[in-house]
């Protein structure tokens, strides 16, 4: 299992996220990008939006870099 938040992982807040794999992390942190954007959060709406306007190469790129970060988290 490892801990880190919302802002480690490319995100905008200091919410806690955990996870066991980098897949289990991207749901996280998906479900909690989804419930802050229903909550009509401001920062996380402009992450959201922001993200639908990259190229896929780009996406690939913060993707890989976001794995390199999990990966490099401590277990807890």
Known sequence: MKKTHCKEMGGVCDAPLSANSFSEMGK??????????????AAHIALR?????????????????IEKRFNALPDA
């Open 49 to 65: 939006d922001s993200m639908d306007n990259v190229t896929a190469e780009y996406r690939a790129e913060f993707l890989a870099g």
């Open 28 to 41: 996280a942190m998906h479900a909690h990008l989804k419930e802050m954007c229903d909550k009509g959060d």
